[in-house]
């Protein structure tokens, strides 16, 4: 799945860091999230965690919106670091969900001794 063509689902860039969800693949009772950090910072981009979150409802209006936390199941060729001026394309595996009407796939980026966090 790496080295296959890929969709670009969702980009957000930040501070230099560019994270990218490119490919969803559902596979019987697991689904495979192909994704991509590239770093132009200047700095090394250590990662602390990378967490999924499913939402539901308006972030505007509190009464109604949840964010469900996504287990992960296995983590492929995930680094711990990426150096300045490269970009790195690892897989998350996660049980199989189905999003609804109105909700939305959350990815949440948090760097180990820094304040940089993407939410994608």
Partial sequence: MLKSS???????????????????VYNTSEVYLVIEIKNRSGIDFE???LNVYRTNG?????????RLGQEVIY??????TIVNGRSQRFIYVLPKFV????????????ETNG?????L
Avoid at 58 to 66: F, V, W
Avoid at 75 to 80: A, D
Avoid at 101 to 110: A, G, M, Q, S, T
Avoid at 115 to 119: A, E, N, Y
Wanted: proline share 2%.
């Fill in 47 to 49: 990662i602390d965690y």
């Fill in 75 to 80: 983590k492929h060729k995930t680094p711990e």
């Fill in 6 to 24: 890929f969709e670009r689902i969702k980009t957000k860039r930040k501070k230099g860091i560019k994270i990218q969800l490119q490919k969803m």
């Fill in 115 to 119: 304040s940089r966090k993407i939410i």
């Fill in 58 to 66: 308006n972030n505007k209006r509190k009464a109604s919106y949840q």
């Fill in 99 to 110: 999003l609804g009407d109105n909700e939305k796939l959350v990815l949440e980026l948090k």
